[in-house]
T-cell receptor, first 117, second 111 residues
């Protein structure tokens, strides 16, 4: 059973370009989370998605950032018109379907390191 | 802020010694999780402890949770050089599925 997969592992973009980060959750997992880690800091929550639904996007910047988790295919985190401050490691995590009132551990992918020149 | 705060920020010990890291938080939680991150790598889940639990063990790891003090500790016994990494606590509040991470403790275990 493969773990959470993210690609690319490293992504270099120039200011103003678009960045697309992909995440394939573990088999059987229907919840996906995106986190961002700036250098020497902890992870910060960005967005929580289930298939075709955004459940919680309280950590997403209001502009330029969007996320989706379509019925088929990986979850995508999209950053438009990147700026240097977007340089960070972006981690995806997944968890299985939760019964009401239960909270499960999240399994993390290896991350995508975005560098904006 | 809901963010957990770890203490110490950095810890340097010799192989064979025990390492203790502490995490404090401010809100009610459903569970608290500890993760390890090797430099430049992804996160590895270590232990999840629920709010109604006080202590959990996994191999050389021991986690305690004191909800009255809103604090948790991670103890690594008989440390090894391979334990060198950053360790993060992350809280999950009741009603929310997102994890709120602390700032981490950088552990260095010297041979």
């Amino acid at each position: 059973n493969a773990g959470v997969m993210q690609n690319p592992r490293h992504l270099v973009r120039r200011r103003g370009q678009e960045a697309r980060l992909r995440c394939s959750p573990m088999k059987g997992h229907s919840h996906v989370y995106w986190y961002r880690q700036l250098p020497e800091e902890g992870l910060k929550f960005m967005v929580y998605l289930q298939k075709e639904n955004i459940i919680d996007e309280s950590g997403m910047p209001k502009e330029r950032f969007s996320a989706e988790f379509p019925k088929e295919g990986p979850s995508i985190l999209r950053i438009q018109q990147v700026v240097r401050g977007d340089s960070a490691a972006y981690f995806c995590a997944s968890s299985p379907l939760s019964l009401r009132g239960t909270y499960n551990e999240q399994f993390f992918g290896p991350g995508t390191r975005l560098t904006v020149l | 802020s809901q963010q957990g705060e770890e203490d110490p920020q950095a810890l340097s010990i010799q192989e064979g010694e025990n390492a203790t890291m502490n995490c404090s938080y401010k809100t009610s939680i459903n569970n608290l999780q500890w993760y390890r991150q090797n430099s430049g790598r992804g996160l590895v889940h270590l232990i999840l402890i629920r709010s109604n639990e006080r202590e959990k063990h996994s191999g050389r790891l021991r986690v305690t949770l004191d909800t009255s003090k809103k604090s948790s500790s991670l103890l690594i016994t008989a440390s090894r050089a391979a334990d060198t990494a950053s360790y993060f606590c992350a809280i999950m509040n009741t009603g929310f599925q997102k994890l709120v991470f602390g700032t981490g403790t950088r552990l260095l275990v010297s041979p």
